[in-house]
């Protein structure tokens, strides 16, 4: 009689969710047995009570575990992060279809490509087809309302559709370009480019030729300096999936491989591995969970069946896809094999002894695993700690805390005199002051937080397209509530950018540290994380530096403007004089502090004058 178990402890807590093919088997095989692991003999000894519930067939049980486990989080399951929001790339199903990265349920009015395994191969695919393509990112509602090309056309990022610069047939060339390109055709790509370059030329359109030429270059390069990019041929879609175990600590490295184009890799941190002696789960154990909980869904629409490529390599065969009792030593169920295929609607592969490009990624999924142990194994305590805690919390996808980029904007001003915005860099585990940067706020009515934001933003990252990957940075915080929230994600939305970038810290009450509320602008529920939050003292700790960097700033400010008011006031006085006056006496307090002789001295200034001077400033 198949079915679930669960045990839960005196108090009620739930320990650990298991199927079986026989409930009354399985369930007493735990209290008759004496050779059990430490970490299901250390369960044993906590048991209290338990409960079944009886299903139809293997396969409704080994749903119906995963979803337990999911939702109740047992302490002696193998339990995974439940995130498959993986980004993809879009293109719009408009008449001219916008490039951008995206999250979410697929729509089928629109086409996607992917998925990728995180943010930063987006990003990074997106640069490149703005750059040898030129799609435009720009929202829609931004696009049918613009009377002059934007700041991307001028820096060769967009085509500029918005106002007429090409026809949509020329629009749908690229994007098909770009689309060929996404699925790994790079070779014909190049081949059409080089058709059209000597087209344009035999008709004497030089310009457009050289349009074409300057693509075919970008292309060449950018596929020369990816090694990660090259085309294997015949290799489709592919996971591998590497499960390496140190020091008490497992990953499982997942790699991603679509259309032969390897897009990188994401490490993945169990939990559930309690144990008196350090020994930890069998590997197949390990890799039985992370394949149901990552793959299987109890409602299965596009997205979750286009998840599952249909070769998964692995660097351990899979023996059994039962629990943790590995000494029934009952034959293997073809369970969860069956339910991949019913899910993707196609045959599953799996491989676990790969030959040839596959063999070459499964090793490198295994260095990647242990990477990523060695450098989580590092992250312990201090700045680190509190890095690694807030990379958690904002759910960044990270191979290491190295890559880790903040910057963090703060408006400061005296009841609107000599607004200021400023710019802090938290990046490599420290504040980099080097890269501070200070923006004058001009044009703004004189206390407009709102408008200062929008500017300093606008300023900041005009050229996003223009900076290296490891210059953009994983997260921008902005210290303010709503309304400033709302400012940068306008800005970014203009510009093309991820608006998940976006973290508001608002203050809380009594403005008192500890109790900021972290505000999103992609709809995500706003955070409080209390007082005693790793995460949130680092957000404090870069939010000061940008306050206090943006005060100091404005009072330099407000005291030169001060300063230059006082001499502006003085009839006779100019600019050449003021500064004349200012650069011999190192600013205005040596001016009033010298006497009438020294100040008739300079250059330009009479008896008369310097008398003049004098007393005004005494």
């Not at 298991?18 to 003999?41: C, D, H, M």
């Not at 930890?280 to 997205?303: K, M, N, S």
């Not at 940067?437 to 397209?465: C, E, K, S, W």
Request: glycine share 6%; charged share 25%; aromatic share 6%.
């Amino acid at each position: 009689m198949p079915g679930v178990y669960r045990f839960f402890d005196e108090a009620g807590h739930i320990l650990y969710v298991g199927k079986a093919r026989n409930l009354k088997k399985r369930v007493s095989s735990y209290f008759q047995r004496t050779q059990l692991s430490p970490r299901i003999e250390l369960m044993v000894s906590k048991i209290a009570r338990y409960e079944t519930t009886v299903t139809r067939t293997e396969t409704e049980a080994l749903i119906l575990e995963n979803n337990l486990i999911k939702e109740l989080a047992p302490p002696f399951n193998i339990l995974f992060r439940d995130d498959k929001s993986y980004p993809y790339v879009m293109l719009t199903g408009h008449q001219f279809p916008r490039l951008a990265s995206y999250r979410g349920k697929v729509d089928k009015r629109n086409h996607y490509f992917g998925p990728f395994p995180n943010s930063w191969a987006v990003r990074n695919s997106v640069q490149i087809l703005q750059k040898v393509f030129r799609l435009r990112t720009c929202e829609d509602s931004v696009f049918k309302n613009r009377s002059r090309p934007c700041l991307l056309h001028q820096i060769h990022r967009c085509s500029a559709p918005c106002v007429g610069r090409l026809s949509v047939e020329q629009y749908g060339q690229d994007v098909a370009q770009a689309t060929r390109f996404l699925k790994g055709d790079h070779s014909q790509v190049l081949s059409e480019l080089e058709k059209e370059m000597h087209k344009h030329s035999e008709s004497m359109e030089f310009e457009m030729a050289a349009v074409m030429r300057d693509r075919i270059a970008d292309l060449s390069s950018v596929l020369q300096q990816q090694a990660m990019d090259t085309v294997a041929e015949g290799e489709g879609d592919v996971d591998i999936i590497a499960v390496a175990q140190m020091e008490g600590m497992v990953c499982v490295n997942l790699a991603m491989v679509r259309g032969g184009r390897h897009l990188g890799d994401r490490a993945y941190f169990p939990k559930g591995l309690r144990t008196t002696s350090g020994e930890l789960p069998p590997p197949t154990e390990i890799l039985e969970a992370f394949i149901a909980q990552h793959y299987l869904e109890e409602h299965v629409d596009e997205t979750t069946a286009n998840l599952i490529p249909p070769v998964l390599v692995l660097n351990h065969a899979l023996q059994s896809a039962s629990d943790d009792l590995t000494q029934l030593n009952e034959s293997p169920p073809e369970d969860l094999h069956e339910l991949l295929n019913a899910q993707a609607g196609r045959k599953i592969t799996f491989l676990h002894q790969p030959q040839g490009q596959r063999r070459h990624w499964l090793a490198m999924a295994e260095g990647n695993a242990k990477i990523a142990l060695t450098k989580r194994l590092v992250e312990t305590g201090g700045q680190l700690a509190r890095a690694r805690a807030l990379a958690d919390v904002l759910s960044l996808e990270l191979e290491s805390l190295e890559q880790l980029r903040i910057e963090c904007f703060d408006i400061s001003h005296t009841s609107g005199e000599a607004t200021q915005a400023s710019c802090v860099v938290y990046a490599n585990n420290a504040m980099q002051s080097s890269e501070y940067r200070r923006f004058n706020i001009n044009g703004i009515t004189p206390g407009d937080d709102y408008a200062a934001m929008r500017q300093v933003l606008h300023r900041r990252y005009a050229n996003f397209q223009e900076l290296p990957l490891e210059k953009i940075p994983q997260v921008i915080l902005i210290d303010g509530g709503k309304g400033q929230v709302e400012m940068a994600r306008q800005v970014l939305t203009e510009f093309g950018m991820d608006v998940g970038l976006i973290v508001g810290v608002a203050k809380g009450e009594g403005r008192k540290v500890g109790l900021e509320t972290l505000i999103f602008a992609n709809g995500r529920p706003a955070l409080e994380l209390g007082i005693d939050s790793a995460a949130l003292l680092l957000v404090a700790q870069i939010r000061d530096e940008a306050h206090r960097f943006a005060i100091t700033g404005m009072r330099a400010k407000r005291a030169k403007a001060r300063t230059i008011s006082r001499l502006e006031e003085i009839e006779g006085i100019g600019a050449k004089r003021r500064q004349k006056l200012l650069a011999r006496f190192g600013g205005l307090k040596g001016v009033a502090n010298a006497s009438i002789e020294e100040i008739a001295s300079v250059e330009g200034v009479s008896l008369t004058l310097a008398e003049q001077i004098y007393r005004q400033l005494h």
